[in-house]
């Protein structure tokens, strides 16, 4: 939960570096979010209304820190944008996104390392 509320701290940063563990534990706990809604929409009846609210409330710190995870590999925010080519694009985030930290870049020095 440390590392879901970390990312809300930095709601709309979107220089410096996340750790891969600092954004698979955001994407989980989204994620188990997103599942204890639908359910409470199932048995509510509000269909996806939660979840769509949720979603809409979460896009900028899923932003902020999928640009930040970048950022931590080396690479700019704007290669987000290759998500949008159909298949291959989410391939290539995934990898992005699995790849190890950078040693200092020019977007800070190493998460992995600082305090």
Same mark, same amino acid.
């Given at each position: 939960?440390?590392?879901?509320?970390?990312?809300?701290?930095?709601?709309? @940063?979107f &220089?410096?570096?996340?750790?891969?563990?600092?954004?698979?534990?955001?994407?989980l *706990?989204?994620?188990?979010? +997103?599942?204890?809604?639908?359910? *409470?929409?199932?048995? $509510? +009846? $509000? +269909?996806r209304?939660?979840? %769509?609210?949720?979603?809409l409330?979460?896009?900028?710190?899923?932003?902020?820190?999928s640009?930040?995870?970048?950022?931590? *590999?080396?690479? &700019?925010?704007?290669?987000?944008?290759?998500?949008? *080519?159909?298949?291959?694009?989410?391939?290539?985030?995934?990898?992005?996104?699995?790849? %190890? &930290?950078d040693?200092?870049? %020019?977007?800070?020095?190493?998460?992995?390392? @600082?305090?």
């Open positions: 939960m440390e590392w879901y509320l970390k990312v809300l701290k930095n709601y709309a @940063v &220089s410096g570096r996340a750790r891969r563990k600092e954004f698979w534990m955001f994407l *706990i989204n994620f188990i979010i +997103g599942l204890a809604l639908a359910i *409470i929409g199932s048995i $509510t +009846g $509000t +269909g209304a939660l979840q %769509d609210l949720y979603s409330a979460i896009l900028i710190p899923n932003l902020a820190v640009v930040r995870r970048l950022h931590d *590999i080396g690479r &700019s925010g704007w290669w987000l944008l290759i998500g949008l *080519i159909p298949l291959i694009g989410a391939i290539v985030l995934l990898v992005f996104w699995c790849t %190890d &930290s040693a200092d870049n %020019d977007h800070g020095p190493n998460p992995k390392f @600082v305090g």
